[in-house]
C-alpha cells in the first residue's frame, strides 16, 4: 500500500484500473479511457487527459513504483493508492 498523502483527496472515489504514467501531458494522448493518470504535477494543460482519467495521482514517488498497464487501487477516502497488480 502507498500512501498517497493527504494535501488533495477526492472523498468517495474509488477505482482499480490501469495505470498510464506520464511526465508531460504529450504522454497522454491517444492511451484510451478509464485509467488512472500517475503524473508528477499538473497544471491547465493536463485538464484534456483528466476527462477520460478514471483517478488523477500526482504525489511524489509514485512515478518510481508505478509503471505503465499496472492495475492500481485509488482509495480517496482513505487516501491511498494501491498496486494490484504488475503487469
Same mark, same amino acid.
Do not use: C
Given at each position: 500500500?502507498?500512501?498517497?498523502?493527504?494535501? %488533495? !483527496?477526492?472523498?468517495?472515489?474509488?477505482? +482499480?484500473? @490501469?495505470?498510464?504514467?506520464?511526465? +508531460? @501531458?504529450?504522454?497522454? +494522448?491517444? =492511451?484510451?479511457?478509464?485509467?488512472? %493518470? &500517475?503524473? @508528477? *504535477? +499538473?497544471?491547465?494543460?493536463? =485538464? @484534456? %487527459?483528466?476527462?477520460?482519467?478514471?483517478?488523477?495521482?500526482? !504525489?511524489?514517488?509514485?512515478?518510481?513504483? &508505478? *509503471?505503465?498497464?499496472? *492495475?492500481?487501487? !485509488?482509495?480517496?477516502?482513505?487516501?491511498?493508492?494501491? &498496486?494490484?497488480?504488475? *503487469?
Amino acid at each position: 500500500m502507498l500512501e498517497a498523502g493527504r494535501r %488533495l !483527496v477526492v472523498r468517495g472515489l474509488m477505482h +482499480t484500473k @490501469p495505470a498510464h504514467v506520464a511526465q +508531460t @501531458p504529450e504522454q497522454g +494522448t491517444n =492511451i484510451g479511457t478509464g485509467y488512472v %493518470l &500517475i503524473a @508528477p *504535477s +499538473t497544471d491547465p494543460g493536463w =485538464i @484534456p %487527459l483528466f476527462l477520460h482519467a478514471a483517478a488523477v495521482v500526482n !504525489v511524489a514517488g509514485m512515478m518510481d513504483k &508505478i *509503471s505503465n498497464h499496472m *492495475s492500481v487501487t !485509488v482509495d480517496g477516502d482513505r487516501g491511498v493508492v494501491e &498496486i494490484v497488480r504488475s *503487469s
